[in-house]
């Protein structure tokens, strides 16, 4: 059965940074490419990064490009999200989810960001 | 980038009952359309992915439909269970969310 379980979210004041894990198991996570998506309260979705099996390749939209980063460890089956320079309009629940061919196929629980002075 | 523009908003349903939401895109995305099932509290869930393939365990009453710009989720003999926020979503450039349909049953 494929898991992931994200942790790592919190408060966080404006400006400071954050770094998100996943953990995952149930499949042979080397093999997939792997995302982050989020949701902030009470709002729609917004896909945040993703990246390749190696990590060789990584994407973001222009609303994190340059702040956040998505890393990998396939030797722990661990997927990670480095946010930096965060501001209040990033508070959300931010999921990790492991692709099939480009669709997000498995989600995990989310874990909650807010950034609040 | 591409807008998705999901329809209706909320919509009231009965058990047993034909349901229909629909999103159209802003460009041509070809097939690369999936639908999604969000219950209150929980993450979301794929039901559709590109168009009309049925995810793993997912029941028969969902199907998807649509090529280009318009795309339609049905889930053809409502149940209590169905109950939930349905999204669309687009990766045929990117990846953009539809604003979601909040479904309940009436």
């Known amino acids: 059965e494929v898991q992931l379980v994200e942790s790592g979210g919190g408060l966080v004041q404006p400006g400071r940074s954050l770094k998100l894990s996943c953990a995952a198991s149930?499949?042979?996570?080397?093999?997939?490419?792997m995302a982050w998506v989020r949701q902030a309260p009470k709002k729609g979705l917004e896909w945040v990064a993703t990246?390749?099996?190696?990590?060789?390749?990584?994407y973001y939209p222009d609303s994190v490009k340059g702040r956040f980063t998505i890393s990998r460890d396939n030797a722990k089956s661990s997927l990670y999200l480095q946010m930096n320079s965060l501001k209040s309009e990033d508070t959300a629940t931010y999921y990790c989810?492991?692709?099939?061919?480009?669709?997000?196929?498995?989600w995990g629980q989310g874990t909650l960001v807010t950034v609040s002075s | 980038d591409i807008q998705m523009t999901q329809s209706p908003s909320f919509l009231s349903a009965s058990v047993g009952d034909r349901v229909t939401i629909n999103c159209k895109a802003s460009?041509?995305?070809?097939?690369?359309l999936d639908w999604y099932q969000q219950k209150l509290g929980e993450a979301p869930k794929l039901l559709i992915y590109n168009t009309n393939s049925l995810h793993t365990g997912i029941p028969s009453r969902f199907s998807g439909s649509g090529s280009g710009t318009d795309f339609t989720l049905t889930i053809s003999s409502l149940q209590p269970e169905d109950v939930a926020t349905y999204f669309c979503?687009?990766?045929?450039?990117?990846?953009?969310f539809g604003a979601g349909t909040k479904l309940e049953l009436k």
């Open positions: 149930g499949f042979t996570f080397s093999n997939y490419y």
């Open positions: 989810a492991r692709l099939r061919w480009s669709s997000f196929a498995w």
């Open positions: 460009q041509n995305i070809n097939k690369y």
């Open positions: 990246i390749s099996t190696s990590g060789s390749r990584t």
């Open positions: 979503l687009q990766h045929n450039s990117g990846y953009t």
